[in-house]
Structure formats: structure tokens, C-alpha cells
């Protein structure tokens, strides 16, 4: 089978996808919602597509051919943008299609007071996006199955990678140590996000699936882990009542669990940065935190 891949919402996360597919597909195609950015994404090796709330003629027709489709555009309260401009598309006029990809986030569950999370676990969303994204996951797997094709819905905890990590924010002089007792979070380099990914792909893996990494950890801790590779003193703990969080950020520390990858591993997919140590170690070495070249 020729793949071609599609990626609806090119950005982050869809670029280390597109090359990680690179060598196993004949077009890897992607959308922005910038035409300035088009030239960043065929650095990536993604032919660009321009979408914003309509499906435009050379979109439709690069679907016609697609066999993977990978979603990473977040929805809204109107719901998912991509299926409310494509479905009928992705319905009947893509012949060629044979897997689906949604990313999703961790944030779907909700707070568990620190417990350990599964993909069996009841959802519980806090926040408004992350109720969003739950109603857009539901509608992709209703959608898989009128169509008979596998969808694999894969949820993100907090993601880094070149550009986005401690060391840049140490770099930058923001890098700060919140601390709230008993808070722990899980991390996922956007390396993992490709390769596992690609993984689910390859097989085409249907169901829901934690992409994360296996070790939950206090926030400040990262900081602190960073700021001793990088020989420097680790900031100042502040209190997080004390921090001056925006409402998006106060939201992320509601909600605290240990989420489980387990499932992914049970397919076979290996973390290449397991937990941040030795993701951090890594990033140090080589430099490759920092920003991608665009």
C-alpha cells in the first residue's frame, strides 16, 4: 500500500509526525491556518494546505488519495472544526482511507487526587477545552465506526521538546518553581508523540490510548533537574498561592493524576525519553532543546 498521510492542523506536534513518517510515505500533506507558515511546514517535508473553516478544492483532492488522516486541531464550543467542514468528505469522497488519528489530551479525565490513570478510567473534565476535546474524541469514534475504519484517539499529557522545555525558559529568565503540595504531572517529548504515533499507524491500532511518559512529577522538580545540567542555580520556590497564575494556568494545577501508558506499551511502541531525567540528559547533550529550525 502507497501511504499518504494527511495532517489537519500542522503544527508542533504535526511536524515531528510528518517527519517521522517521511521515509515511509509517498506525501505527507498538512494544513495551517497562515499562509506564512507554509514555508515552515515544507521544512518539515509537509505539503502545505491553507484551512481555516471551509474544505478548499485542492484540500478535497489531496483527501481523495489519503490513506492516513491525522487530527491535531482543537475544537471549540461549535464543536470539532475539521469535522464540521470535512465530514462529509471524510465520508464519501476519500476512497483510500485507512486509519484515523486524533490527539487528544490527558486532560479528558479530569482530577483523580493523584491516582493512577488508565484508558478504562471515567472521564471528568474541568476545564471548558478539555470537555471540548472529550465531545470531539466521542465524535471521531462514532465516526469510525459508520465507516468501519480504525480510529485511535491518543491523549497527550504536558508536551516539550526542542524550544519548549526548562531550558529554555532558564535561558529566557521565566523558568519558575511552583510548588503545591502533592502536585504531580505527566510529560510527553514531542519525540514520543511521533514515534508512537507512527506506531499506531503502522498497525492500525483503533481504540484510546495514553501517550505519556512514565514518570508523574512535581512541577518544580523539572525546573530544578534542568537548572543543575544547565550548572545553574535552580529558581526560587513560590507557594502556588502565591504565583499569580493566570485562570488557564490555575486550571492545570486543579487537576492532578498519574496517567498509565501501559496500553501503548502493550503494542510494542518503546518511550525513547521515558521520564524527563533522562529526556532532559539527552536534550542537554546534544542540544537539541532548542528551537527547531524553521
Not at 518553581?177 to 505527566?186: D, E, H, L, T
Not at 537548572?227 to 494556568?249: I, T, Y
Not at 496500553?263 to 539527552?282: C, N, Q, V, W
Amino acid at each position: 500500500m502507497t501511504k499518504k498521510f494527511f495532517i489537519f492542523g500542522a503544527g508542533y506536534s504535526g511536524r515531528a509526525i510528518a517527519r517521522e513518517v517521511a521515509s515511509e510515505a509517498a506525501l505527507v500533506a498538512g494544513t495551517t491556518r497562515s499562509a506564512g507558515n507554509a514555508e515552515r511546514l515544507k521544512h518539515a517535508g509537509i505539503v502545505p494546505f491553507l484551512f481555516q473553516d471551509t474544505v478548499s478544492p485542492d484540500v478535497k483532492e489531496a483527501l481523495a488519495t489519503t490513506t492516513h488522516l491525522i487530527v491535531s486541531v482543537a475544537p471549540d464550543a461549535a464543536g470539532d472544526p475539521v469535522l464540521i467542514a470535512a465530514r462529509e468528505i471524510i465520508s464519501g469522497a476519500m476512497p483510500a482511507l485507512k486509519w484515523i488519528g486524533y490527539l487528544s489530551t490527558v486532560g479528558v479525565y479530569g482530577d483523580h487526587g493523584g491516582a493512577w490513570v488508565d484508558e478504562t478510567a471515567p472521564c471528568d473534565p474541568v476545564s471548558d477545552r478539555s470537555k471540548q476535546r472529550l465531545v470531539a474524541e466521542n465524535d471521531w469514534l462514532q465516526l469510525g465506526e459508520e465507516l468501519g475504519l480504525p480510529v485511535a484517539i491518543i491523549r497527550l499529557s504536558g508536551i516539550y521538546g526542542p524550544g519548549r522545555n526548562p531550558f529554555c525558559n532558564l535561558e529566557a529568565g521565566k523558568a519558575r518553581r511552583i510548588v503545591k503540595p502533592g502536585q504531580v504531572f505527566n510529560r510527553i517529548h514531542v519525540d514520543d508523540i511521533a514515534g508512537a504515533t507512527a506506531h499506531l499507524a503502522r498497525r492500525f491500532e483503533t481504540g484510546i490510548f495514553n501517550v505519556t511518559d512514565d514518570a508523574p512529577s512535581p512541577p518544580q522538580d523539572v525546573v530544578a533537574y534542568a537548572a543543575a545540567l544547565a550548572g545553574q542555580a535552580a529558581p526560587p520556590e513560590v507557594a502556588f498561592e502565591d504565583a499569580g497564575l493566570s485562570p488557564m494556568g490555575r486550571s492545570f494545577y486543579g487537576e492532578c493524576k498519574r496517567v498509565s501508558n501501559a496500553r501503548l506499551k502493550s503494542t510494542g511502541y518503546r518511550m525513547r525519553h521515558p521520564d524527563y531525567r533522562a529526556a532532559l540528559e539527552t536534550m542537554w547533550a546534544d542540544e537539541s532543546w532548542r528551537a527547531e529550525e524553521s
